[in-house]
């Protein structure tokens, strides 16, 4: 069986004692009613190994597969053990404990779930480990089993984030959504499109896919009982919202589509994530504080940074956009996570850097709670803004950037196209859904998209958001004749020995906990004279704002150059890796530049950022029995 009737025959044990509609299964599983009865053909003859499986098929009513509990359980095995990666089993556990309000024991799980106690445990040790992100403990009763204790909210945030738990590329929605009733994901769906047609909402791919998710999770929670408890205020606010109105009219239809009556307070909870698609409103709502946000962390990224971002007018818009929406979400305790947050900590160490800086600030200044999953997106924004500097224009092809992963994403990826590519015009960066709208307005000679497109009149060229190497290659070959400008130039790099010297070099340290080596790290800085001692909080407070990890086995730690009377980069290699944020550590660099050699961070970072893609020379570092080894390294 391939993946896809793996899928529908788990939807059909799943459903025992229900018929199961054709159309329902085509929608679930993202196909056609044919390709269901085709695959239905297959599983009827894979279960002719099994006495007691009966497919039965009832016109008008669907499909219903009879099954006794001994061939259940084989057949369900089988399936299990031909999921070598286990992604399934692990969002299944997580999804249980979190809409599970009684403990569920270790036994129960490996019952359920066809494995034994010590793979389970394992799991849910990664899944405590997850759910601390949302301030949400998995707590574990002796005799009585485990159970997840924290507020509703954040419960049904980490539901709606459950795919951060595997790390496939495509099948994270598709997963996840697998967890509801097929026949709530296709009313759900339904009503959404409704809602679109009949108010003038405009959703992204991603913000539908989001409210379909929050929809699904409402419904579930309703059922059992669990509400959203909220205080008088904010009920009270969330009313005399626009978008009450369309949850309103959503919510009657979904109550009389599923037999269901949804309290206020769901009313008000699913206003809050519909208002947060509306950027527009959002603004008006914070418009005070999103002048004071936008123009502060502008400012401060222009002083630390040296960039004329105030004169961008492009980035000025592209933050409010983006602010609108991250402060009502935050206003209302909502969580977003950035699928590229990794990705963007490793690519551009020194902007996130800067911009994590300028976040505690702004979060100390308007009591704010920005998050790196949020600062990651504005990292996009004041990225695309340098390499908009740095762009000379020459326009040759007329192309339109389709991208559906936010404002911040498009204006970089367009960035990054028009300092690369002289031999094309950008028209714009427009979601999927405006592209049919935009062509009939716009004579356009291209499309470069980041995801495929079903167009056969003009040319379409598919590339990763963040351009990579082989998008590049893929855009010369395509564009032919047009010379590029070619690759981005090689980053200017700066030599650490400058600013380490032997007393702040700690090979073979035996630290637990990042924090104690980050603490360690800056006393000993401000003790040799190098730094004040402000420097120590701001170098803890950076730290837990955000892990300075960026992959390979290294770390930089950091902190405000205003604490900083002589530059110094203290050096630690780890007896052994630990624990640093997500990824794991054993080279540790804590910077502290002073503002008079503020040109030489950047260069810094990005030397560093060499070594750790390089791991012959971490693996150098690792092993070195002294500073001397340690210089010398460098000088390769």
């Not at 504005?378 to 000379?392: D, K, N, Y």
């Not at 009377?565 to 540790?588: C, D, F, N, T, Y």
Request: aromatic letters at 6%.
């Amino acid at each position: 069986m391939n993946d896809r009737q793996k899928k529908l025959l788990r939807i059909l044990l799943a459903n025992l004692d229900r018929f199961m509609p054709n159309q329902n299964l085509a929608d679930e599983l993202g196909c056609s009613e044919k390709t269901v009865r085709n695959d239905l053909n297959n599983i009827e003859k894979q279960l002719n190994g099994f006495p007691s499986a009966v497919l039965q098929r009832k016109r008008g009513s669907g499909v219903l597969l009879s099954i006794d509990r001994a061939d259940r359980a084989t057949l369900l095995n089988d399936i299990y053990q031909s999921d070598t990666s286990g992604d399934d089993r692990l969002l299944e556990l997580a999804y249980q404990l979190l809409v599970s309000e009684k403990p569920l024991t270790l036994a129960d799980l490996a019952e359920k779930h066809f494995t034994n106690r010590t793979t389970v445990r394992g799991e849910l040790n990664r899944i405590a480990s997850w759910l601390e992100g949302y301030d949400l403990e998995l707590v574990s009763k002796q005799r009585l089993g485990h159970v997840v204790k924290g507020k509703e909210l954040n419960k049904r945030n980490a539901l709606a984030n459950l795919s951060e738990l595997i790390f496939t590329e495509s099948r994270e929605r598709e997963r996840v959504l697998h967890l509801f009733p097929p026949t709530e994901i296709t009313t759900v769906r339904k009503l959404l499109r409704d809602l679109q047609a009949q108010y003038p909402i405009d959703l992204s791919e991603g913000e539908f896919e989001s409210l379909q998710v929050h929809a699904l999770i409402m419904i579930k929670r309703t059922r059992q009982r669990s509400p959203i408890l909220l205080g008088d205020s904010e009920d009270g606010a969330s009313v005399k919202l626009d978008s009450y109105h369309m949850t309103a009219w959503l919510m009657k239809r979904l109550e009389d589509a599923l037999g269901l009556s949804f309290p206020e307070a769901e009313y008000v909870y699913f206003t809050w994530h519909l208002e947060s698609c509306r950027n527009e409103h959002a603004g008006k709502a914070t418009d005070g504080l999103l002048t004071g946000v936008v123009r502060q962390i502008t400012l401060q990224l222009q002083r630390m940074t040296m960039k004329r971002f105030q004169d961008d007018e492009v980035l000025t818009d592209g933050l409010k956009t983006h602010l609108a929406s991250a402060i009502h979400r935050i206003k209302y305790g909502l969580t977003i996570r950035n699928p590229m947050l990794s990705d963007i900590k490793k690519k551009y160490p020194y902007m996130f850097s800067m911009v994590i800086l300028a976040v505690e600030k702004i979060n100390e200044t308007y009591h704010l709670n920005i998050q790196e999953d949020e600062a990651a997106y504005l990292v996009l924004h004041f990225q695309a803004s340098i390499e908009r500097m740095q762009t000379e224009r020459s326009s040759v092809k007329r192309a339109v950037i389709v991208c559906d992963l936010g404002i911040g994403m498009s204006h970089l990826l367009q960035a990054k196209l028009e300092q690369s590519y002289q031999g094309i015009e950008m028209l714009g960066s427009i979601s999927k859904s405006e592209l049919p709208a935009f062509l009939q307005k716009h004579e356009t000679d291209m499309i470069i998209s980041t995801t495929d497109i079903d167009i056969s009149d003009i040319p379409i060229v598919v590339v990763s958001p963040l351009l990579e190497h082989e998008d590049k290659k893929r855009l010369n070959q395509f564009l032919q004749s047009i010379e590029p400008k070619g690759a981005e130039k090689n980053a200017t790099m700066a030599d650490p020995r400058r600013f380490i010297t032997e007393d702040v070099v700690f090979l073979g340290m035996n630290l637990e906990h990042r924090f104690e080596i980050v603490e360690m790290l800056a006393n000993n800085v401000v003790q040799k004279g190098f730094a004040e001692q402000k420097f120590i909080h701001s170098a803890l407070l950076r730290e837990r704002t955000s892990a300075t990890s960026i992959g390979g086995g290294v770390a930089i730690p950091h902190a405000d150059p205003d604490f900083v009377k002589q530059s110094v980069v203290s050096l630690a290699v780890l007896r052994e890796p630990i624990q640093w944020g997500s990824e794991m550590v054993s080279v540790v660099f804590l910077l502290a530049i002073a503002k008079e050699n503020h040109t030489m961070i950047k260069p810094l970072m990005q030397t560093i950022a060499a070594i750790s893609h390089n791991p012959a020379i971490v693996e150098k570092l690792n092993e070195a029995a002294s500073v001397s080894d340690i210089l010398t390294v460098f000088e390769q």
